[in-house]
Each structure stands twice: as C-alpha cells, then as structure tokens.
C-alpha cells in the first residue's frame, strides 16, 4: 500500500531535520575498506611492537617506514584474501574488537601472543578468564567503537563478480609490491631483526593471534580426539624385598611458583619458614620446561622433555603415570586447578576446585588444603606402591591475595586486584610472598600427614610447572615464549621429603642426596628419577637424567 501524502510528507519533514553528515553514507571500494582497517591496525593496535623495535626514532626512521608498510601490506593480504564483500563489515567490526581486547592484554602484562599463549586461552576456564576481567578492559573496548561506528556507515561498491575479482586480484598484486619494495628500502636492517629477534613477530597485532590461531587449530583440529600412543608398555617393576612396606610417593605440582621468591633458594624474606624447620631437600637450580602449565605440565611428565622437544610429540603420548601403571604401580590425580592437560587421561582423577567445603572453598575457588582433606582415603587400595600427583591452585595470578587465608596475610599491603598494573608493585610481590607462605603451610602439613601414615613408607616431591614476572621488565603473570623468557618465569623450586622407611626400600644416601640437589637441575629429570625410586625398569628410562642415580646402591636387575 503507497504511503498517503501526510506520511510522505513526514517523511520528507524527518530527512530534512537529520543532519547531513549522518544521512549520506560513502560509497567505497571494499579494498579501500580493507586497507583502511589495515592502516588502523598499523597506527593504533601495535604500540608494543613499535615500543620493542623502535627505540631510537630518529636513528631508526628507514627500518621504522618499512616496517609500518610491510605491517599494513600483511594485514592487507591477510584481510584480501580471507573476507569478501558481503561479510566484510560484521567480520571486520569482530576483528578491531577482539584486536582491542588483545592489545589491552600485551600492554597490561607484557603478553606475546604465539601458539602456547593461543591455547593457554583456549583452554582456560571460567574461573581462570574472570579473574582478568577488570573494568579498565571497557577503555579498549569504548575505544574501539569509534571504528566499528565509521565501518558501518560506509557501503560497499558493487560489482560483477569478474570485474571484483580482477579488482582484488590487483590489489593483492599491489600489496605485494608495496611488502617488497619497504623489504628492500630496509633490508639489512630487517633482515638482522629477523635473525636476532624473531619473537617480536608475536606483537604484531592482529597477525599474531590470527596465524598462532589457524597453528593451533591445525595442530589439534576440533572434535573427538584420538587415544593417547602407548609408551613404556614393557615396564616393569622389581620384585619386593620379603617384608618391604609398600610406598607411596606423593607428587606436588605447585603453579606459577617461582625460585627467586622461595625462601629454601636464599630469599631476603622467609617464605618456607615450615620446611626449613624440616628435613627436606631442597634443589636451588631448577629450571621449568616451558614458561605456562600448557607447556610445562605434559613435558614435565614426558621423557622427551625439553632435551628432545616436539610439543605435538608429547601431547599425542601417554605420560610417566601410565608408564607407572604398565607397571602395576597405580596412580591417581586429585587436581585444584584447571586438570591435568592430558598427563592423566584414562587414568583415576578426582577435581576438587568445585568442592563444597565451607572452611576451604568460597563457591569459586578452593584452596590448596582441599587436596589434603580425604587424601589417605583416596589413595587407591590394593598391594604395591602408590603415586598420587596432587595439583595446586598454588600462586596463579593475577589474584594472588586470593590465594592463602587471612592468617596468612603476613606482609602488607597487598594488591586486592587483578588488575595489576592498577598495583603498587611491592604490593603485589606481598599478596604473591603470602601465597608462597600458604604453599609452604600446605606442603608442611602433607609431610605431617605422610610421616604419620601406619600402612606406607612415604614420599613428598615438589616441583612448581613455572615462574611468575612480577613487573620486571613490565612483564607480569607468565607464557612468554620460552626463547626470551626471563628467569623469573622459568627458575623453579623443588623440594622432596623422604621417610626413614622409603629411603631405606629404595637403597638411597640420603647425604649423597643432599649433595646432588645442588646441582643444576630441570623438570626433564622428574621422569627418571621417578622410575628409579620405584624401581621401574623400560627402555625409556634415562639413568642419566635420574638425579639420585649416584646415591643408589646396587640394586639386582
């Protein structure tokens, strides 16, 4: 039905009275769209790659000029190539809004955005993601209106499909051009980037997250995956001496602690002030295999380890508890964390984040002493030894201070935020020293409880999967790639508590110990030195990397 004139005329009287700017919307060619977003990309997304490259402006103008073109012809290329016409826009608005939340990330905590950091994001979980979520991530956010706000006033030209794909065929042959040409004017320079500072790759923003993505996904596609490769399927342990207890060994993984702030390795402040009081042994120089818990945890259970790393190597194997297991030594994983990225697939896990306790637990998180509560009954039943890895909350970040009770609360003030560049840094290494204290609480207790246990001769190791930055070098939290991590993000402690009865069935020198814990040491030789305590013999064993194998007495073969 055509509008009467009234209605016309309303109509007319309504366009008339909005202004001009906002009733004529441009026309333009969706290259030019695509080249424009790619010029904002260049200008406003990677202020961390041009603060890591560019120190010295009025020196380094040529490298700076190539480098600006070779960004924008990328994310040109990128952007041609993948998005067409029609779906431009929505795809376009999705990628300065994601593009913004990364940039907030790498300036916030000094994050570098390859494959591990890619899914370290994938597979965190809620309680992980809330923690970082702050008001001043709406400042990125906000700012990004601006641009999704020009985007979708624009129309896009169009045309028939031959003439738009020679049209795009030609601009993509520009950008390739435009790429050559800045190598060129620059090469040397660039050329001695590339083979100095490979990792400033990661800050290109939104390259890196877009192509560490596609890695990603690529290596580990969605879906049902296959089972884990059998390894050590020929292990076995040897025979019991007549009347030995069995052991039990207990396996700390603590997360995100870090060797520089442990008491037992010399720090100013005491952080271990329960284990110092205790016979343990404590290794100073340990160093992680990855620098976040979804590189770490599966190589440090893994004998290929960082020595012979392949990361699609280690993920697609089974772990050193299943070669226990072939063993006929059982295992079982209790997890107050994020679970055990494949290490115990198959195998007995109990996840105790979400327990009901009211005394330990606040309807998020738990703390680490849930792991103790039910231990003994938990341990599976049946003759031969027992390996229980117990996986801590420990001092994941950014909410340190959430970490231990109030009593624990021993230095002041600490940051009550997530938002740690909102923090006083001394207050944040307070909240993260406290957290150390509680660990160092936790650990005490579970010796206590070993040494008491009636029906095993026990076994306490510790090792944390990785560090923590703590604002050196305007780095927080963890998961830089490991080429250029800093040692606070991959120096380690490591602890173990031995009972009289299991250093005895073990053949150990307990002084011999002692004396090699002061060697440099790594998370590789846990898988060794763990079959060679329990007298597991395989293939896979390496007496090499075993750390006690120097203070075992002959044992028969």
């Known amino acids: 039905m055509s509008a009467s004139p009234l209605e016309a005329g309303l109509r007319r009287n309504a366009r008339s009275a909005t202004p001009l700017w906002l009733r004529q919307r441009p026309v333009i060619a969706s290259e030019t769209l695509l080249l424009g977003v790619s010029l904002y990309f260049s200008m406003f997304s990677n202020g961390e790659f041009w603060r890591n490259v560019i120190v010295a402006p009025a020196v380094q103008w040529k490298l700076a000029a ?19 016409r029609r779906y431009a826009r929505p795809v376009l608005a999705a990628l300065i809004l994601v593009t913004a939340i990364a940039t907030y990330y790498m300036g916030s905590y000094g ?33 990004a209106g601006l641009p999704i706000a020009l985007l979708w006033r624009v129309q896009l030209r169009e045309r028939p499909w031959r003439r738009a794909l020679a049209v795009r065929a030609g601009f993509l042959a520009i950008l ?34 877009l ?39 207990v396996l700390v993984v603590g997360e995100t602690a870090r060797a520089q702030n442990w008491g037992l390795d010399g720090y100013a402040r005491q952080t271990t002030p329960e284990l110092s009081r205790m016979e343990v042994i404590n290794f100073p120089a340990v160093t992680a295999c990855g620098s976040s818990t979804e590189v770490s945890l599966p190589c440090m259970f893994s004998p290929y380890g960082r020595h012979d790393y392949d990361q699609k190597k280690i993920r697609d194997h089974q772990s050193l508890l299943h070669v226990l297991e072939h063993a006929g030594v059982r295992t079982l994983w209790r997890d107050n964390q994020s679970g055990c990225k494949g290490v115990c697939e198959g195998l007995a896990m109990q996840q105790l984040d979400d327990a009901k306790d009211p005394e330990l637990c606040n309807g998020q998180r738990c703390l680490d002493e ?13 003759p031969g030894d027992r390996v229980v890895v117990l996986h801590q909350l420990g001092n994941h970040g950014p909410n340190y201070f959430e970490r231990y009770p109030a009593s624990f609360r021993r230095y002041t003030p600490v940051c009550e935020s997530g938002d740690l560049g909102s923090c006083d840094r001394q207050a944040i290494v307070n909240a993260y020293d406290n957290a150390l204290g509680y660990t160092d609480h936790v650990l005490a207790r579970l010796i206590g409880q070993l040494g008491r246990n009636p029906d095993y ?45 299991f250093a005895a069935s073990t053949s150990l020198d307990t002084a011999c110990l002692r004396r ?27 007496r090499d990397r075993d750390l006690f194998a120097r203070c075992r007495r002959a044992v028969e073969n």
């Open 66 to 84: 190539a480098l600006f073109v070779i960004i924008t012809a990328v994310h040109a290329l990128l952007l041609g190539l993948l998005i067409h």
């Open 111 to 143: 994050v570098y955005l390859d494959s591990d950091m890619l899914r370290n994001i994938l597979h965190t979980d809620r309680k992980e993601s809330s923690e970082l979520l702050g008001w001043r991530l709406l400042v990125p956010i906000l700012f």
């Open 176 to 209: 390739v051009l435009a790429f050559a040409g800045a190598a060129m004017l620059s090469f040397q320079d660039l050329s001695s980037l590339i083979r100095n500072r490979r990792e400033v790759r990661y800050l290109v923003t939104p390259a890196n997250y």
């Open 211 to 249: 192509v560490s993505l596609a890695r990603v996904v690529t290596a580990s596609p969605p879906g049902s995956r296959p089972a884990k490769t059998p390894i050590g399927q020929d292990a076995r342990q040897l025979p019991q001496a007549t009347g030995r207890r069995p052991r039990l060994l």
């Open 370 to 382: 849930i792991l103790l509560r039910g231990l003994e009954a938990a341990i599976p039943s049946g």
């Open 457 to 501: 001769d026990t076994a306490m190791i510790y090792l944390s999967d990785h560090g923590e930055s703590l604002g050196e070098k305007g780095l927080y939290l963890h998961g830089v790639p490991y080429a250029i991590a800093p040692e606070e993000q991959t120096r380690v402690p490591m602890v173990m508590w031995l009972s009289p009865g």
């Open 516 to 542: 090699e814990a002061a060697e440099p040491a790594s998370q590789d030789n846990l898988f060794p030195t763990v079959l060679g305590l329990l007298d597991v013999r395989t293939g896979l064993y390496d």
